[in-house]
């Protein structure tokens, strides 16, 4: 009589896996937000993403590195690096416009913002390495995409900059003027009208750094 065939069992990286993973990420993504770094515990994480403390260590290692992980997935998530994409033919204010419109209007949101409130409530509590962070993986990310996409518009033509590492910094400066602020600070009284803002401040930063950088 023949042996039952051996079943399998999923191992490391399988969807069932990844399921879990992208999981526990939901799960502390949204406490953090709610609770700040600090009020936030691996316990909670589990429970919210529905999966045992083993699992979440097993996947993380440590709440330092998830919530790395979490900055990291959220930003790569809405501001992939495609974004960032110089197209050869391509106007470059249209390239710039969209990168413009996607950046004022992500960083102004109201879940982007509750994560800077977080970010500060953990800094005021002596736990600067967190703010670190969302800089590392937030910040010098988007700047040295923003950095090589100008580089290559200056390479075909398009823009004429000496300083591109403070160009890039310009560009964002202008996009969104004092909103975020607006925003942290509980100044917005009509999303409709603070939506239009928005889109009229993104526009307007892009045509006062052209004016600067387009070639005479």
């Not at 993403?49 to 260590?57: F, I, P």
């Not at 790395?68 to 959220?74: K, Y």
């Not at 310009?170 to 996009?175: E, R, S, T, V």
């Not at 045509?207 to 005479?216: E, K, N, Q, S, V």
Request: aromatic share 8%; proline share 4%.
């Amino acid at each position: 009589m023949s042996a039952e065939p051996h079943t399998r069992q999923p191992g490391p990286g399988r969807p069932k896996d990844m399921e879990k993973r992208a999981a526990i990420l939901e799960a502390a993504k949204a406490l953090f937000v709610r609770n700040a770094f600090a009020g936030t515990s691996m316990d909670a994480i589990a429970a919210e993403a529905g999966v045992s403390k083993l699992t979440v260590y097993s996947h993380f290692g440590d709440k330092d590195n998830l919530f790395r992980e979490v900055i990291r997935a959220h930003i790569q998530d809405l501001l992939p690096e495609e974004t960032y994409a110089y197209e050869p033919g391509a106007d470059i204010r249209d390239i710039l416009l969209r990168i413009a419109l996607i950046h004022a209007r992500l960083d102004c949101d109201q879940q982007t913002v509750g994560t800077f409130r977080a970010i500060l409530s953990d800094c005021r509590q002596g736990l600067p390495r967190y703010g670190k962070l969302i800089w590392e993986e937030g910040t010098v990310r988007t700047q040295a995409l923003m950095e090589r996409l100008l580089g290559q518009a200056v390479e075909a033509g398009q823009l004429d900059i000496a300083d591109i590492p403070r160009a890039a910094e310009q560009f964002f400066a202008l996009i969104k003027g004092n909103l975020v602020l607006r925003r942290m600070f509980g100044c917005v009284e009509c999303n409709e009208d603070y939506a239009r803002e928005i889109e009229a401040t993104a526009r307007a930063g892009v045509d006062t750094f052209l004016r600067a950088y387009r070639p005479r």
